[in-house]
């Protein structure tokens, strides 16, 4: 049987607090070889403008098999529907038989979210307070919630070129009771930030070197398909660079671009985030350094959270059941 989870259930199953532990305890077993992803496959549809992709892996040690496909559809806002559309799909590693069926837009959100704020915790300097948000989208919320976790912001500035996603954040922003700064462009953002993110569909630097102070922090969640930028290759260049998957970061994330232009090689990033957290690298060595994580969203990510939602599904009896 097949336990299919509707995208309000596996709102009500997962939480914020249940992604950040997920999420990290999964980077860590990547860095020691237990888990692991398979390579990506990611395309542009070449019809609704869309971008198509699947994402698979497993992990041994729990053990855990599956995918998640799904992609960006950049004309369904206008129609009332998410942007972002995606799956996951759930095998028994015993006998490959599907087992688990996901909506995965909201637990896309949230997983991503904590990935971002796992390497706010463990890269960030402990005294960064104020928060730049470039991008204020729906995942914008997702990102500022799960970082208000980790760290004790005192003030968040924010740039969208979309005046109502700024506004309809910065409300989000005060919930938490957090002083909220709107700014004209994303240079003013990066300027005032001491935890920067940047979460937008940009294909051309929207942060330039010049704009970001020493110290600062930057998780640059954007970047998930080849042409996607959101960074300077220069500010990539002179940064202590930790990603989620090294080789999908220099072919698909942010790195790609100083990549290419031959400003970094493999060696010259400072290792996985995983292997932060597992104790196998050191993370930030200096409080004037800049660190930037390569936030290319890996299918193990998008499997440890589906995995959870399933378990406590089945232990409340929720979900639907379908045969195979």
């Known amino acids: 049987m097949?336990?299919?989870?509707?995208?309000?259930?596996?709102?009500?199953?997962?939480?914020?607090?249940?992604?950040?532990?997920?999420?990290?305890?999964?980077?860590?077993?990547?860095?020691?070889?237990?888990?692991?992803?398979?390579?990506?496959?990611?395309?542009?549809?070449?019809?609704a403008d869309a971008v198509f992709g699947v994402k698979t892996g497993a992990d041994v040690s729990r053990p855990l098999l599956g995918l998640k496909a799904g992609g960006y559809w950049p004309g369904n806002m206008k129609n009332g529907v998410s942007n972002h559309q995606s799956a996951t799909l759930v095998f028994d590693p015993e006998t490959g038989r599907a087992s688990g069926l996901v909506s995965a837009n909201y637990l896309t959100g949230v997983r991503t979210g904590a990935a971002s704020a796992i390497a706010v915790k463990h890269l960030a300097r402990a005294d960064a307070s104020v928060l730049g948000m470039i991008g204020a989208g729906v995942q914008s919320v997702h990102q500022l919630r799960a970082i208000a976790k980790v760290?004790?912001?005192?003030?968040?500035?924010?740039?969208?070129?979309?005046?109502?996603?700024?506004?309809?954040?910065?409300?989000?922003v005060e919930t938490l009771g957090l002083r909220f700064v709107p700014e004209k462009n994303a240079g003013q953002v990066a300027q005032a930030a001491e935890i920067l993110i940047t979460v937008t569909p940009s294909q051309k630097a929207l942060v330039l070197k010049s704009d970001v102070r020493p110290g600062t922090h930057i998780s640059a969640m954007g970047a998930d398909t080849k042409g996607k930028q959101e960074l300077d290759p220069q500010l990539v260049a002179g940064a202590a660079v930790f990603s989620d998957e090294i080789e999908q970061s220099l072919s698909i994330?942010?790195?790609?671009?100083?990549?290419?232009?031959?400003?970094?090689?493999?060696?010259?990033?400072?290792?996985?985030?995983?292997?932060?957290?597992?104790?196998?690298?050191?993370?930030?060595?200096?409080?004037?350094?800049?660190?930037l994580f390569d936030g290319t969203g890996v299918a193990l990510q998008d499997l440890v959270v589906a995995e959870l939602a399933l378990k406590r599904a089945r232990e409340q009896g929720l979900g639907t059941e379908a045969e195979n």
């Open 2 to 47: 097949v336990l299919v989870i509707s995208e309000t259930l596996a709102r009500q199953l997962v939480s914020i607090e249940d992604a950040l532990s997920t999420v990290e305890a999964v980077f860590a077993a990547m860095a020691r070889g237990e888990a692991r992803n398979y390579p990506v496959v990611r395309e542009r549809v070449g019809h």
């Open 253 to 291: 994330g942010e790195c790609q671009h100083a990549f290419a232009a031959g400003l970094i090689t493999r060696l010259s990033m400072r290792g996985t985030l995983g292997a932060v957290i597992a104790g196998l690298t050191e993370g930030r060595q200096r409080p004037d350094e800049i660190t």
């Open 151 to 172: 760290r004790a912001l005192s003030a968040v500035h924010a740039y969208d070129p979309s005046a109502d996603q700024l506004k309809a954040f910065g409300a989000e």
